[in-house]
């Protein structure tokens, strides 16, 4: 007799998206993401504004969900929703959610890290190779920029993270010195394709270890603009394309130099990316070709779940179930602390 197929009902709400995700074993049966478009003018997450958005869509996210994947409530096995970290605002309405419908329905409720959900989004069935482990993944997302080494699904250490800013982070802020909207990373990267990269040349920083700077970037990007701006007005406008593909060469130049010497000096050659930034067009080319030149198997997420997404909550969410790991109705959101597991 084969095993029972068990079906999840993932959550996520930890930033401007509210997303829910209907999985069974690794297939994912629905993922639908409402994305909160009022924060474009504010040139980044709003959180008041944020939180108050999820509260009027997750009810309607996760109906669409279970609609799309023609689940009913009955046949799910667990709700595992988003715990941190992210904004506390935000993390409350789907922590708040979540235990409410596990309540009503006396579902088991699983907690998941939003950072080893994005790393786990790669065990998602889309027919290709998965990881194997040991494997390194470099996470990049909004918030977080992390090498973290992945030994098992629940068992991963992070070997070097950034000390400001995150990846993420310096796309958005870079583009709102440049005069785009939030978030900034994808037009950033539009722009970036037809610039050259190497026209203009910007700060790179010295840390310790596997760790990662990005704020020295951004003040160097600014600094530079503001004396162009002083003796030609239209220099933005001008050199656009050209400052996109800069920008991007210098923050993927930062973030390679420590993912080839985390791999040189672990051995592991197993490679793979997570998070908002793995979305980029030139990161995901650069990975590819310097996989080529040294021989590592590199791992690429779909588009979909390189941003937030149910999708990898409800998958973190099946390796917690698989062994067991529950929470219970005393569980509340955490916005900063690492808890230690998925
Ligand atoms: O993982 P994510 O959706 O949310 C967090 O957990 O933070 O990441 C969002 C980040 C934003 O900073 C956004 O600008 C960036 O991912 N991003 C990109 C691209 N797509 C999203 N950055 C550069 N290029 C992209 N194509
Ligand atoms: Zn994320």
């Known amino acids: 007799m084969g095993q029972k197929d068990i079906v999840i009902l993932g959550i996520e709400s930890s930033c401007d998206d509210t997303s829910a995700s209907v999985l069974q074993n690794n297939r994912v049966l629905a993922n639908i993401t409402a994305s909160q478009k009022v924060h474009e003018s504010y040139g980044g997450v709003v959180p008041e504004l944020a939180s108050r958005a999820h509260q009027q869509n997750i009810v309607p996210v996760v109906h669409e969900a279970l609609k799309k994947a023609g689940i009913s409530m009955q046949e799910i096995d667990a709700i595992a929703f988003t715990r941190g970290p992210g904004l506390m605002g935000s993390l409350v309405v789907g922590c708040s959610f979540a235990k409410a419908l596990a ?108 760790n990662f700077s990005f704020s020295g970037l951004k003040t160097s990007v600014l600094y530079r603009i503001q004396k162009e701006v002083k003796l030609n007005p239209n220099f933005i406008s001008e050199n656009l394309a050209d400052l996109c593909a800069s920008v991007q060469h210098t923050i993927l130049k930062i973030l390679f130099n420590q993912l080839k010497r985390v791999s040189s000096d672990t051995g592991i ?63 509340s959101a955490q916005a900063r602390k690492e808890f230690n597991r998925s």
């Open 103 to 210: 309540l009503a329905t006396n579902l088991p409720l699983i907690d998941v890290n939003h950072m080893h959900a994005h790393i786990l989004a790669h065990f998602i069935d889309e027919g290709i190779p998965v990881p194997k482990f040991p494997f390194i993944c470099l996470t990049v997302s909004g918030g977080h920029t992390q090498l973290v080494q992945v030994d098992a699904p629940l068992e991963m250490k992070i070997l070097g993270s950034t000390i400001d800013d995150a990846a993420g982070e310096a796309f958005d802020k870079i583009a709102k010195i440049l005069g785009l909207p939030y978030p900034g990373g994808p037009l950033v990267d539009k722009l970036a394709q037809t610039g050259n990269p190497l026209a203009f040349q910007f700060a790179e920083p010295k840390v310790d270890g596997y």
């Open 269 to 331: 050659r197993e490679i793979a990316i997570a998070g908002g930034v793995s979305a980029n067009s030139g990161l995901r080319n650069q990975l590819m070709e310097t996989g080529k030149q040294l021989n590592w198997n590199v791992f690429i997420p779909k588009f979909e779940y390189c941003t937030d997404n149910a999708a990898m909550i409800a998958m973190a969410g099946k390796f917690l179930f698989d062994k067991g790991i529950f929470a219970d109705q005393t569980v």
